[in-house]
T-cell receptor
């Protein structure tokens, strides 16, 4: 069974640009969550999608958005990039959105210069 | 707001000793408490989880205890080995929170041979 796949693995962008990250969950999983990981802030919840609906959202500005497709694949978009957006972006998939084991992808390392 | 505090931030033990990491959560609605291990440059991986209807759970050298009244949960690793060296994260989630997990800041465990 294939694991959670995130693409691309590494990305370098310039301030002001926008970026789209992709996450393919484990087959059969309907929930996809996104997290931002930085050395100073740890793992912070961005949002969660279940059956194409955003079920929950963290405390991030509106520049951060996401969506989920009918095949459960998810994308997150960050517009007007700032230096502080440099981080490892992790997605996690689970069978259901509530109290079931979440499996993480390898992450996308975003560097904003 | 929702918060998970994790202590200590760093922990160094001798091989064969036990290690204990403690977490405190604020949201009384939380009822799912996973622990993740993240090795350098790798994705977080679930090592054990516990639900609020259980006070303790063991899996070989790893155990987790939960005190819902005090809103505390702890990870215990016995007979530590050098390969246990990693960053460990506790998290809290629950019904009504969807796939949202609130993570602690992490504990860097170093096991010295």
């Amino acid at each position: 069974k294939a694991g959670v796949t995130q693409t691309p693995r590494y990305l370098i962008k310039t301030r002001g640009q926008q970026v789209t990250l992709s996450c393919s969950p484990i087959s059969g999983h309907r929930s996809v969550s996104w997290y931002q990981q930085t050395p100073g802030q740890g793992l912070q919840f961005l949002f969660e999608y279940f059956s194409e609906t955003q079920r929950n959202k963290g405390n991030f500005p509106g520049r951060f958005s996401g969506r989920q497709f009918s095949n459960s694949r998810s994308e997150m978009n960050v517009s007007t990039l700032e230096l502080g957006d440099s981080a490892l972006y992790l997605c996690a998939s689970s069978w259901d959105s509530v109290n079931t084991e979440a499996f993480f992808g390898q992450g996308t390392r975003l560097t904003v210069v | 707001g929702e918060n998970v505090e994790q202590h200590p931030s760093t922990l160094s033990v001798q091989e064969g000793d036990s290690a204990v990491i403690k977490c405190t959560y604020s949201d009384s609605a939380s009822n799912y408490f996973p622990w993740y291990k993240q090795e350098l440059g790798k994705r977080p991986q679930l090592i054990i989880d516990i639900r609020s209807n259980v006070g303790e759970k063991k899996d070989q050298r790893i155990a987790v205890t939960l005190n819902k009244t005090a809103k505390h949960f702890s990870l215990h690793i016995t007979e530590t080995q050098p390969e246990d060296s990693a960053v460990y994260f506790c998290a809290a989630g629950g019904w009504g929170q969807g796939g949202k997990l609130i993570f602690g800041q992490g504990t860097e465990l170093s096991v010295k041979p």
